[in-house]
């Protein structure tokens, strides 16, 4: 007993030395300065250095909350939605994955939202930066585009619904429309043609199901599930008519 673990306390042994030795030269070498973060709470000399932090701090809010905005006020929620039909229309479970899903979907949405964008960009944001316009009317500005994307597709009933529970009248210009009550408008309008296109999507998978299981039960193979044999021929029918490819067309054109 004593023989077999004289091998491994010399191991242990040696192993500590190294360490030790490598410890010792790197406390030889130069230490490379690492900068200090310093966040002080100071009382501000100007009005306008309290403006500055409090814009700061708006700003700061404001991306903590970019996710919501990407996903409420932009056509990120019909595409996602419709996609994810489209997978379980196929019935292949993960595949694609929800990675892939969401990916292509951001992507789909800078596509469709990249007009809005470029018109923020050049009606608010440059001259702002130019220091031309306020950051109120920038603010007025960028609203301009983003609200007539959002009346675009939204439906006046649904429109109708939150300015009433709201008890707001109905504003005489598109430009007077509240954002509080259009946004939620916008949502269920996007989740109501969302629902209607995947629809559409299932029909054909559907029919093929059925068209299945009635050969199947024809056969008398009634314990061999129908979406076993049908989940190659779905994947077939959906390469051949190049439904990925149809499904993009359609979501893209239906902003257009």
Request: with cysteine; charged share 15%; net charge negative.
């Amino acid at each position: 007993m004593k023989k077999t673990m004289l091998p491994a306390l010399l191991v242990c042994l040696a192993t500590a030395l190294l360490l030790l030795c490598s410890g010792r030269a790197a406390m030889a070498q130069p230490v490379i300065p690492i900068p200090a973060i310093d966040l002080q709470v100071g009382t501000a000399e100007q009005p306008q250095q309290l403006v500055g932090t409090l814009r700061l701090l708006l700003l700061i809010s404001v991306l903590s909350l970019a996710p919501a905005f990407i996903i409420l006020m932009t056509s990120f929620t019909r595409i996602v939605i419709v996609l994810a039909f489209v997978r379980n229309a196929i019935a292949t479970q993960q595949i694609p994955p929800n990675q892939v899903v969401v990916g292509l979907a951001l992507f789909l949405t800078f596509f469709v939202m990249s007009p809005v964008l470029a018109e923020i960009n050049d009606q608010a944001l440059r001259p702002y930066l130019a220091e031309e316009i306020s950051f109120e009317e920038a603010v007025e500005r960028g609203g301009r585009p983003l609200r007539e994307f959002m009346l675009n597709n939204t439906r006046e009933k649904d429109l109708a619904l939150f300015l009433e529970v709201a008890r707001l009248e109905s504003p005489e210009e598109r430009s007077a429309t509240p954002f509080g009550a259009l946004i939620p408008a916008f949502v269920i309008s996007e989740l109501k043609t969302a629902f209607q296109m995947g629809f559409i999507i299932f029909i054909p998978f559907l029919v093929l199901d059925m068209v299945v299981a009635s050969i199947l039960m024809s056969m008398g193979m009634f314990m061999l599930p129908p979406v076993i044999v049908s989940l190659p021929f779905k994947i077939l029918l959906f390469v051949l008519v190049d439904g990925w490819h149809l499904v993009v067309q359609s979501l893209v054109q239906s902003y257009a």
